[in-house]
């Protein structure tokens, strides 16, 4: 069964830095875009990061130039660097996959259980 696992959040202090984890796994064929979300208290969802398996990224303006998506894709991993964090950056991080589950492109989505983050002095 396909699941991801997150790390990672934690309490820090504004302008330190957090690297958030998140590790894939029960796809036999491949994780298609992986992306990391993240949903303040009563806000919406919104996206932070995308990544597709060839590397391409893609970043919210609040996130360009701080935060860095990443992936080892041999280990289906990805990782968010968050630096120079900020208060308005306080919520529940979640992770995101599209699975590819045959050669056709039929996907499925699938979201992980939600990581806090809590920036504050």
């Known amino acids: 069964q396909v699941q991801l696992v997150e790390s990672g959040g934690g309490l820090v202090q504004p302008g330190r830095s957090l690297r958030l984890s998140c590790a894939a796994s029960?796809?036999?064929?491949?994780?298609?875009?992986m992306a990391w979300y993240r949903q303040a208290p009563g806000a919406q969802r919104e996206l932070v990061a995308e990544?597709?398996?060839?590397?391409?990224?893609n970043y919210a303006d609040s996130a360009k130039g701080r935060f860095t998506i990443s992936r080892e894709n041999a280990k289906n991993i990805m990782t968010l660097q968050m630096n120079s964090l900020k208060p308005e950056d306080t919520a529940v991080y979640y992770c995101?996959?599209?699975?590819?589950?045959?050669?056709?492109?039929?996907?499925?989505?699938?979201w992980g259980q939600g990581t806090p983050v809590t920036v504050s002095s």
């Open positions: 995101y996959a599209k699975v590819l589950v045959n050669i056709e492109g039929v996907a499925r989505y699938f």
């Open positions: 029960g796809s036999r064929l491949s994780f298609d875009t």
């Open positions: 990544i597709t398996s060839g590397g391409r990224t």
